[in-house]
């Protein structure tokens, strides 16, 4: 059973920077693309950042240059460094293993647990 892990969220102020990170397996048959997703109260999951084995990258349009994602193949972690951050990116965030560089939920096949992102103003 494949198994994400997330760690690293916190409180913060308004501009304020939170890195999280995700442990799982380095390479998952089938589901090679890792990524973040987030649900605020009320809201739907919507994707964050999203990284191929080979490391394309996308990002929602909220999130760019702000956010940053990167992962290492050879312990299975991928990281969320997030800058600036704004009240509107309070959120529980989920660390994700999907078989398409998408940032739709519909692709993702693992999710973990979650870990809270609040950014008070």
């Known amino acids: 059973e494949v198994q994400l892990m997330e760690s690293g969220g916190g409180s913060v102020q308004t501009g304020g920077s939170l890195k999280l990170a995700c442990v799982g397996p380095?390479?998952?048959?089938?589901?090679?693309?890792r990524a973040w997703f987030r649900q605020a109260p009320g809201k739907g999951r919507e994707g964050v950042a999203i990284?191929?084995?080979?490391?394309?990258?996308d990002y929602a349009d909220s999130v760019k240059g702000r956010f940053t994602i990167s992962r290492n193949n050879a312990n299975g972690t991928i990281y969320l460094q997030m800058n600036n951050l704004k009240p509107e990116d309070t959120a529980m965030y989920y660390c994700?293993?999907?078989?398409?560089?998408?940032?739709?939920?519909?692709?993702?096949?693992?999710w973990g647990q979650g870990t809270q992102v609040t950014v008070s103003s």
């Open positions: 380095g390479y998952i048959h089938g589901n090679s693309y």
């Open positions: 990284i191929a084995y080979g490391g394309n990258t």
């Open positions: 994700a293993a999907g078989s398409a560089l998408s940032l739709m939920p519909n692709w993702v096949h693992y």
